[in-house]
């Protein structure tokens, strides 16, 4: 049985999809054993709690800089046996070093299909960039802001009417069902890494 940890700072549907994937049996052969916050209030610790899932805060102001922040969330990582890790509205930047303790154990999801539109406002950027096609991109995570080798995208059409939010909403629709599809991706050793490409096996 493989250990997800999930890292949010917000509401946590993301997480909240990852649990019910797992619950429903769509994700085998792991559970999600840890969600970890940088936020107190991240509804995303209680959504956890509600499952019975242990839950740690860590606040950035105990510590000195990033690299202790993280220093201390990897030895929570590590001493829980983690095989993954999951971002899931995690709103800060990991470091080197956390990136390396966890070599292509660590996914991310982002609103945008990037290379577009990376950073904490992929949704507003791309609203108002005029695009006429956005979506979603779950990724891994290497040393950038957003910049790992994708797994998986989808696109939708922005409408005229859109706001940051209705779009928003469509987009995690996506998410939701991307997220999962891609961690069963990776549980059942079916991405490989290509220089920057991640290639799906199709066994
Ligand atoms: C998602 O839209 C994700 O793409 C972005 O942050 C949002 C998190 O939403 N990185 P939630 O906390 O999972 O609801």
Redesign the pocket.
């Known amino acids: 049985m493989k250990r997800i940890a999930v890292l ?1 700072s ?6 909240q999809a990852i649990i019910d994937a797992v619950d429903d049996g769509t994700i085998t052969g792991a559970q999600v054993t840890l969600v970890i916050s940088d936020r107190e209030d991240a509804f ?1 610790l209680e959504r956890a709690r509600n499952h019975n899932i242990p839950t740690m805060f860590f606040n950035r102001k105990n510590y000195a800089g990033r690299e202790e922040f993280d220093g201390a969330i990897i030895a929570a990582l590590q001493a829980q046996q983690i095989d993954l890790v999951i971002l ?2 995690y709103m800060r930047l990991i470091t080197p070093d956390f990136v390396a303790a966890f070599p292509q154990r660590i996914l991310n ?3 945008s299909l990037l290379p577009a539109f990376p950073g904490t406002q992929g949704v507003a950027d791309a609203l108002a960039y005029g695009v006429k096609v956005t979506g ?1 991109t779950v990724h891994f995570v290497d040393e950038g802001m957003d910049t790992g080798p994708i797994i998986l995208q989808e696109a939708i059409p922005v409408n005229d009417h859109d706001t940051r939010e209705t779009l ?1 909403q469509r ?2 629709v996506l ?1 939701h069902k991307l997220y999962p599809q891609a961690i069963k991706l990776w549980l059942e050793g079916r991405l490989k890494i290509e220089g920057r490409r991640c290639l799906i096996d199709d066994n």
């Open positions: 949010a917000g509401s946590g549907t993301n997480l995303a899931a509205g999801i982002h609103p979603c928003h987009i995690q998410e």
